[in-house]
């Protein structure tokens, strides 16, 4: 990748955060939807930055 794009990258994503929130709209454009049993709410675990549904506990990210 050439260096124009990884400042571009830069002044995209400030933080990793902002970095992930990326992502997980765009993973989940229509609503979060649990892959395993299809439930629509789920934790957040930062420690081990992954997400868990709330119904089976199913661990992600």
């Avoid at 997980?24 to 709410?41: D, E, I, M, Q, V």
Wanted: proline share 2%; aromatic share 16%.
């Amino acid at each position: 990748m050439d260096a124009y794009l990884f400042e571009s990258l830069d002044d995209t994503f400030k933080t990793e955060e902002d970095c992930v929130r990326f992502l997980t709209k765009r993973r989940w454009a229509g609503g979060f939807c649990c892959p395993s049993c299809g439930y629509h709410l789920f934790y957040i675990i930062k420690t081990r930055n992954l997400l868990e549904c709330k119904e089976c506990r199913t661990q992600f990210h």
